[in-house]
């Protein structure tokens, strides 16, 4: 399986409820991913099996080559998938005003006492070197108004 040094197509919010499935079950065939997304989705089977075809294409899953059948697996790990997709995300916005989402998502998300714990020693180890204030990345050359 692919580690976290990978970059793939960005997927949308439909093909990561695929993805799910498949990372929690290791392997599944068509039939069985019909059957979990029809208890969660009322989408087709037409559109699932459009939604496989897609994540194949873009390297995410592959199949047993059976033509019946068929079982899918992951390429990619789903730890490397959420980094990568929160890699993408954070690089998308204003450098700015990344502290400014990760507080409201740390409000807003469970998380175990654990994920705490690391989440703080993360933090104490980077307020050593962290700058007064994250420079502007949206125009490059320029100050910005952020």
Known sequence: ???????????SSAEW????IIWSLGQVTTTELISYLNKKE???????KTLVMRLERKGYLTDDGVSR????KA???EDSAMLQAGQDLFAAMCAMKN?????DLLQKVDLSKDDIDKMIAVLQKKIVDAPNMVACNCLPGTKGNC
């Open 99 to 103: 502290g400014m989402v990760l507080t």
């Open 1 to 11: 399986m692919t580690n976290v040094d990978y970059k793939k197509e960005q997927i």
């Open 75 to 77: 390429l990619v790990s």
């Open 42 to 48: 009322s989408w087709r089977p037409s559109t699932i």
């Open 17 to 20: 409820q695929v993805m799910r």
């Open 69 to 72: 059948g068929r079982k899918f």
